[in-house]
């Protein structure tokens, strides 16, 4: 089966304080990981893929195979980070559909 | 560049009734799917349509369906409404149809529909 999990709803940090929110999937092939962020009032959008291996807002995640995960890491979080983030895995070959977690939110307090 | 447009942005409905919604896809994009997220959770694949067609569908019975015209613009309709169906319903489209790197998803902002 094909499955996202974000263990945490909420994750609450000071300003500052290092970030690691978690993402585990479960795919037999091998997928694509995202990581897609919804700030307050804003849609969806795409913050970073594992295939550019980018850094993007500061933010990285790293595809570990052996473990199924893809886990967002930021080492000093900023107010500006609140927001919704979701991980989502898309299939190899086939059409366009991603798989999304739960989503988890980040607070980042002053 | 035009981003994904949907309207309405918020709907009341009655159980049993029917609803539509409308998409306009990112300029220059092909290929739209639709999402449904209810409260809490992700969003979870409705379909996708390409060329017009419907080319992908999700775990949705039949009473979701779907339109493509030949602009791009799409049209999600939910016929005989359930208290279940209320739910965030997300349009998004891409360059093609098919599962590459560097097809991003883009979304738009969402219809919420309530049903009441």
């Known amino acids: 089966a094909q499955r996202v999990t974000q263990p945490e709803k909420l994750l609450s940090v000071f300003k500052g304080a290092p970030v690691e929110l978690k993402c585990n999937y479960s795919?037999?092939?091998?997928?694509?990981l995202f990581w897609y962020v919804q700030y307050s009032r804003q849609r969806l959008q795409l913050l970073l893929r594992?295939?550019s291996r980018e850094s993007i807002k500061g933010f990285t995640a790293d595809l570990n195979k052996g473990e199924t995960s893809f886990h967002l890491k930021k080492p000093f979080a900023q107010e500006e980070d609140s927001a919704m983030y979701y991980c989502?895995?898309?299939?190899?070959?086939?059409?366009?559909?991603?798989?999304f977690g739960a989503g988890t939110r980040l607070a980042v307090h002053p | 560049e035009t981003g994904v447009t949907q309207s309405p942005t918020h709907l009341i409905k009655t159980r049993g009734q029917q609803v539509t919604l409308r998409c306009s896809s990112q300029?220059?994009?092909?290929?739209v799917s639709w999402y449904q997220q209810a409260l809490g959770q992700g969003p979870q694949f409705i379909f996708q349509?390409?060329?017009?067609?419907?080319?992908g569908r999700g775990n949705f019975p039949p009473r979701f369906s779907g339109l493509q015209f030949p602009n791009y613009s799409s049209e999600l309709n939910v016929n005989a409404l359930e208290l279940d169906d209320s739910a965030l319903y997300l349009c998004?489209?891409?360059?093609?149809?098919?599962?590459?790197?560097?097809?991003?998803?883009?979304f738009g902002e969402g219809s919420w529909l309530t049903v009441v």
């Open positions: 989502a895995l898309r299939g190899a070959g086939g059409y366009n559909k991603l798989i």
């Open positions: 349509y390409y060329r017009e067609e419907e080319n």
């Open positions: 998004a489209s891409s360059l093609g149809p098919r599962a590459a790197s560097g097809n991003t998803i883009y």
């Open positions: 795919y037999s092939g091998s997928p694509e």
């Open positions: 300029s220059g994009h092909n290929t």
């Open positions: 594992h295939i």
